[in-house]
Nanobody
Framework: QVQAVETGGGSVQAGESLTLSCVASGAALAVSSGTWYRQAPGKERELVAT???????VYPDSVVGRFSVSRDRWQNTVYLRMNNLKPEDTATYYC??????????????WGQGTQVTVSS
């Protein structure tokens, strides 16, 4: 069974940066794409960044120019670099990884969530 484990959340001041990591654990696997979402209390889950199997990335207007998603295929890890953080970025961040294991079985797994708190 493939699991996704997130690290890197924390509490920062506005204007500071954080990098979140999401690593897929398991044998003989390959991550093909990764997506980061966030959910603030009382709000719906929002997509904040996605990296496709070709390496292209997509961001909503709320984070474009500040957030950057990347993938390390060798480490089966997807990163979210967040610069110039704002209080409205405060949320629980979740990663979703898709890929293959044992050659041809597909997986679609979610991380447990990591809290990011930005104070003004």
């Amino acid at each position: 069974q493939v699991q996704a484990v997130e690290t890197g959340g924390g509490s920062v001041q506005a204007g500071e940066s954080l990098t979140l990591s999401c690593v897929a654990s398991g044998a003989a696997l390959a991550v093909s794409s990764g997506t980061w979402y966030r959910q603030a209390p009382g709000k719906e889950r929002e997509l904040v960044a996605t990296v496709s199997p070709t390496g292209s990335s997509v961001y909503p207007d709320s984070v474009v120019g500040r957030f950057s998603v990347s993938r390390d295929r060798w480490q089966n890890t997807v990163y979210l670099r967040m610069n110039n953080l704002k209080p409205e970025d405060t949320a629980t961040y979740y990663c979703n990884l898709k890929g293959f294991y044992n050659g041809h079985y597909s997986f679609d797994t979610w991380g447990q969530g990591t809290q990011v708190t930005v104070s003004s």
